[in-house]
């Protein structure tokens, strides 16, 4: 498979700014292969941009280019960077995304995007952003466009933490998605090896959830005739397909009767917690 070009930002529909970017690669390149990731970032939310690419960006073509423009501006403190990892490429600032993105892989190569090569007319992120990714798109090696570096802004991931006594998880909000459900940094893989089986009960401020299901449509009872079940409005927990534990209210509308964000009043970094008996 052909290399693909990603881009995530926190621009936004609204704003011209997406449409710039895409043109000026599109004036730069033949027919090239663009995928938006997200343009919904929160503004300036690096670690809500590292999340969403973290879970996407494996899932395309070994080489492809991986730009995000987040929290980009340049200065002295944030550099424009090229990095190769996990065999592919990424165009940013050097603001920690990629130790959140990749907090156990370090970065094979790292080069500092030489500006001097920008056309003058180009010289803010997005323009040497594009001039970066232009040149990784046709086959250009980074260094001819960078200056070789070792180190990388690292950002330190949020961990759960274990009770003392083994009898407890703490645990963090790091993602609210587009149906307002809540996803933690609890992974399944510390679930079972401190629960043991044992019964428990999820805290979520005054709520408590006392099972975990394997889907969203388990919390339903079919064997019950469909006019007099109760579907829409319900709460509940379980181990979503990145193995992180994700509270959810079944087909609640977010705009309408709210999700589990709101419903639970949960934001980013809010703590959730687990205690077994």
Same mark, same amino acid.
């Given at each position: 498979?052909?290399?693909?070009?990603?881009?995530?930002?926190?621009?936004?529909?609204?704003?011209?700014?997406?449409?710039?970017?895409?043109?000026?690669?599109?004036?730069?390149?033949?027919?090239?292969?663009?995928?938006?990731?997200?343009?919904?970032?929160?503004?300036?939310?690096?670690?809500?941009?590292?999340?969403?690419?973290?879970?996407?960006?494996?899932?395309?073509?070994?080489?492809?280019?991986?730009?995000?423009?987040?929290?980009?501006?340049?200065?002295?403190?944030?550099?424009?960077?090229?990095?190769?990892?996990?065999?592919?490429?990424?165009?940013?600032?050097?603001?920690?995304?990629?130790?959140?993105?990749?907090?156990?892989?370090?970065?094979?190569?790292?080069?500092?995007?030489?500006?001097?090569?920008?056309?003058?007319? $180009? %010289?803010?992120? !997005?323009?040497?952003?594009?001039?970066?990714?232009?040149?990784?798109?046709? /086959? @250009? =090696?980074?260094?001819?466009?960078?200056?070789?570096?070792?180190?990388?802004?690292?950002?330190?991931?949020?961990?759960?933490?274990?009770?003392?006594?083994?009898?407890?998880?703490?645990?963090?909000?790091?993602?609210?998605?587009?149906?307002?459900?809540?996803?933690?940094?609890?992974?399944?893989?510390?679930?079972?090896?401190?629960?043991?089986?044992?019964?428990?009960?999820?805290?979520?401020?005054?709520?408590?959830?006392?099972?975990?299901?394997?889907?969203?449509?388990?919390?339903?009872?079919?064997?019950?005739?469909?006019?007099?079940?109760?579907?829409?409005?319900?709460?509940?927990?379980?181990?979503? $397909? %990145?193995?992180? !534990?994700?509270?959810?209210?079944?087909?609640?509308?977010?705009?309408?009767? /709210? @999700? =589990?964000?709101?419903?639970?009043?949960?934001?980013?970094?809010?703590?959730?917690?687990?205690?077994?008996?």
């Amino acid at each position: 498979m052909n290399p693909v070009l990603t881009l995530t930002s926190d621009f936004g529909q609204k704003d011209p700014f997406l449409a710039i970017l895409k043109a000026k690669l599109h004036s730069m390149l033949d027919r090239p292969s663009i995928v938006d990731i997200s343009h919904e970032i929160e503004p300036f939310h690096v670690a809500q941009a590292a999340f969403v690419v973290q879970h996407s960006y494996t899932h395309f073509p070994e080489g492809s280019v991986h730009v995000l423009c987040i929290d980009d501006t340049i200065s002295p403190e944030n550099k424009p960077i090229i990095a190769k990892l996990n065999k592919h490429y990424f165009v940013c600032a050097d603001n920690g995304i990629l130790s959140l993105i990749s907090p156990k892989i370090k970065p094979d190569e790292v080069y500092e995007i030489d500006v001097k090569q920008v056309p003058n007319d $180009s %010289l803010n992120s !997005l323009g040497v952003f594009v001039h970066a990714a232009a040149h990784l798109m046709r /086959g @250009g =090696a980074p260094n001819v466009i960078g200056i070789k570096r070792e180190d990388i802004e690292i950002l330190l991931p949020f961990k759960p933490s274990v009770g003392n006594d083994k009898n407890s998880i703490i645990g963090k909000v790091i993602y609210i998605d587009n149906y307002e459900n809540v996803i933690t940094n609890i992974t399944e893989e510390l679930f079972v090896e401190i629960g043991k089986q044992r019964p428990f009960t999820i805290q979520v401020r005054n709520n408590e959830i006392k099972q975990i299901v394997r889907s969203y449509a388990e919390i339903i009872r079919f064997d019950i005739d469909k006019n007099k079940r109760v579907e829409g409005g319900k709460e509940l927990a379980l181990f979503n $397909s %990145l193995g992180l !534990l994700e509270l959810a209210i079944y087909k609640s509308n977010p705009k309408h009767t /709210g @999700g =589990a964000a709101s419903l639970f009043g949960l934001q980013y970094l809010d703590v959730v917690s687990i205690h077994f008996e």
